[in-house]
């Protein structure tokens, strides 16, 4: 399963409902409201590199509301262990 992570600008009065419509989108699971540069997060999951492609490209930079967007394809996804375990990388030494 390929996951992209979308960036989206929204107009601003618009982030309510753009979510939304953003949830309707085939291969959207995940839409958050978000701090900073961006208004909206999207996640996209997909078993092709093309469909990730129509989905962005195709459904979501041409949903009502949307201003922009910037994907990121990822690469690996670590658990929350796996990622626990990263962050405490030579906190033994400390103890």
């Not at 929204?10 to 989108?25: C, K, M, P, R, W």
């Not at 996640?43 to 930079?61: D, F, L, P, S």
Request: glycine share 6%; proline share 1%.
């Amino acid at each position: 399963m390929i996951t992209a992570i979308v960036l989206i600008r929204t107009e601003i009065d618009a982030i309510n409902e753009t979510a939304q419509a953003l949830l309707g989108l085939p291969g959207v699971t995940e839409v958050y409201s978000v701090t900073g540069e961006w208004e909206l997060v999207a996640m996209v999951r997909a078993r092709q590199h093309e469909q990730i492609a129509e989905v962005v490209t195709g459904a979501i930079a041409q949903t009502d509301g949307v201003t922009a967007t910037h994907t990121m394809v990822a690469f690996r996804a670590y658990s929350e262990e796996d990622l626990e375990r990263l962050w405490s990388i030579g906190l033994e030494q400390h103890s």
